[in-house]
């Protein structure tokens, strides 16, 4: 950490502003590598600007595809932001105060790149203002660009309210910094004193956008699934899918609040502030939504699979045992199950005595793994060699072995994950955030691909998706975007509270000690 | 709580007049405004006095008659410039079970009359003609893809690469009627040329199938016509041959009717593949018991 610019501050405020200062080396690095990638997907824009939608690998049968999965990502991790902040708000949750702005931060970064990706997807983004002009209220189209627009409005407002104490402490400190952090504080302060009036004042106005924020969050997401929902192709004909995507919504923001926890905490030790009871307390989040979300998964596919109408067989057999089979139950078992096990099984007594098994100790089931991994390369690289004919010896290794490889590694792991919770709980988040995408994509794929009407007469290559490079490269680029805006955002405002945590006694203490800390309710 | 008598009287009189509201009001048959026919009316008896009526265009495929040659692909093709990759009216080969004969479909837009497509176009770039065609204007069309997203029938198609035939190229203006130059990342479809029925000629694909298998009219008269001139009333084509439209369970209320392929003039299509796809929903033809009719005339 390089030295602050400023000084006067207390220890407590030097740590909860050390973001602020965040400089070297390897900062540095980072922020020209996020650049970097973000450049580059602005080449792959300006390919698809050049020579039409026709770069990407979708065609008439296969119309949406990552640009469409990477927005209702991002809208969904935008989810969590400010209803949670506004839930654990409402119901006097004081734990929340250091997590609170992280998560609102989130929300802001991912709903602007989400927003931007339905205009990468477009095939004219110069007609864009046309759904201005002419827009239909008619199109569900309309009604998302109105509740995004109103979302971020309404957690733009949310995140910055709160912080305005804050920006007028930074004002005063900043007096004699840089200009231009001298005049964005002053600006955005607006004339905070601390007056008991304006205390009140900023207490009434959380008070209401808390509750207006909740059924604008709730609304987006739903909006988000009817414009799938409002089709009558089979998989997206569903009326449940306003609720499941909500649930679907909140899991994977969660998941990327505790990723964001951890790597503030990590970045610039704020283990006092950041401590293992809140991500205990998050973890509960997870399990919960997590349950949730599961519940939703299998009433959508149960419901139709077990009646296997003519319409919907198509898209089922698919993913359940079709082409996107493995894709599909990778995407249930590491998306849900895996990290509702991770953050539950740890916390169970016994599972330290898993230790005393020696073979249930990370080496050898590291070392059964590498060996997996040796026979098969050497089993699939030995076979032509040794027989005239083509003789696949990889047969030899039984079909359980890997499932018996994954389940090995998972016992062994789970001891190390009892006295690492916070790495669980990490492990568990990115997890759950991979599958969501996961998800996203295997929403919209397999329903594309089994359409009423056979495929028929495609020309080469129309009947399948295959992502070309300018979509990931854009979806790079977007990510990339997404964590600078973040970092920026920590660059410039405290992304812990400062005065909502001030009057904290002491932090959280550990698991089931932690009273309520007697701070004043805001 | 105390309710003083008056405002008990507001209130009683507030939830009688509630109450004769949901239970008084009798549910009155929906009727759609670009579809002006009322119920019950035979449509021989409509067919005459023309004067001063909108068309109503719709469009007959005899199954029997189709041999799958796709020259009503190719004349389409050629009418409007569609760009490659794209077929307006494209030849299916359709087999509505493992054990039935398989036989040719060929599936231009339906022009419905409860447009999935239309409901969904953010900008109106597709909207629904009193005549009943579903016109699709490509310079307003912002690319969203939610129609094709929406159409049941794949009946739409999107210029994924710059067309061969931009209005720079070309020099022609754009006329959506004519739909015959095109922009890089719109959308597309059949519009049923309304450019030729204006100028009283049957549609290019009509014109074009050498069996004579599209017929091609208006309603209102009560008459189709196809490529060989003959000129049969639309109502007895539909009901004395068990007349269906494509995938009518989904209620989009299609304009296109299709003959069934009994005894037909061609052989079946060759031998299928063992790989080919079996419709994900074949065509229904099954006449619900309680809506004699409804599958052939569909007069509302």
Known sequence: MSRPPHHGFSDREERLLASLSAGGTGFSALIGGLLAVVVWGLVAYATQLRHGLGVTGLRDHVLWGVYIANFVFFIGVSHVGALMSAILRLTGAEWRRPITRMAEAITFASLLMGALMPVVDMGRPDRLLTLIGHGRLQSPILWDILSITTYLTGSTLFLYVPMIPDLALLRHRYAGGPAWRRRLYTLLSLGWQDTPAQRHALETIMRVLAVMIIPIAVSVHTVVSWIFGMTLRAGWNSTIFGPYFVSGALFSGAAAVVTAMATFRWAYHLEDYITEAHFRRMGYLLIALGLAYGYFTFAEYLTPAYKMATAERGYLTAVFSGPLARLFWFTQLTGILLPVLLLTLPRIAWVPRLHRVPLLRPRPALAAAVTYAVATVVLSAAGPRMTMARVNLTALIPPWALPALVLWLFLAWLPVFHVRPIAAAVVASLLVNVGAWLKRYLIIVPTLLNPFLPIQRAPTGWAAYQPTWVEWSITAGALAGFALIYIGFSKVFPIIPIWETRQEPAPLRPAGQEGVPGVPAL | ?300
């Open chain 2, 1 to 300: 709580m105390r309710v003083s008598r008056r405002s008990f009287l507001k209130l009683a009189a507030a939830a009688g007049m509630v109450a004769a509201w949901a239970v008084g009001e009798p549910a009155a048959p929906v009727r759609r405004p670009w579809v002006g026919a009322g119920r019950g009316v035979p449509a021989l008896a409509r067919s005459t006095g023309q004067a001063g009526r909108p068309r109503r265009w719709v469009m007959v495929v005899d199954l029997a008659k189709c041999d799958g040659c796709q020259e009503c692909t190719r004349a389409c093709t050629a009418m409007h410039r569609v760009p490659p990759g794209q077929e307006w009216i494209r030849v299916y080969e359709m087999r509505d079970e493992a054990t039935g004969l398989a036989y040719w479909l060929p599936r231009p837009c339906m022009q419905c009359d409860n447009p999935p497509c239309v409901k969904v176009c953010p900008v109106s770039a597709t909207w629904k003609r009193d005549d009943g065609i579903v016109m699709q204007d490509t310079s307003r069309c912002i690319g969203c893809r939610y129609c094709i997203a929406a159409c049941p029938y794949q009946a739409r198609a999107f210029n994924w690469l710059e067309p061969a035939a931009t209005p720079e190229r070309t020099g022609e203006a754009y006329d959506p009627e004519w739909n015959r130059v095109h922009f890089k990342g719109t959308t597309e479809k059949c519009i049923f040329c309304p450019a030729l029925i204006k100028e009283g000629k049957l549609p290019a694909c009509v014109a074009a199938c050498p069996m004579g298998a599209i017929y091609f009219g208006d309603r209102e008269e009560d008459a189709v016509t196809n490529s060989q001139g003959e000129t049969v009333r639309f109502s007895a084509l539909v009901t004395e041959q068990a007349g269906y439209r494509l995938l009518e369970e989904l209620g989009t209320e299609p304009r296109v009717y299709y003959l069934p392929p009994r005894q037909r003039l061609y052989p079946a299509p060759p031998a299928e593949p063992a790989a080919a796809p079996v419709p994900a929903a074949a065509p229904r033809r099954t006449v619900p018991p309680d809506r004699p009719g409804a599958v052939g005339g569909a007069v509302p």
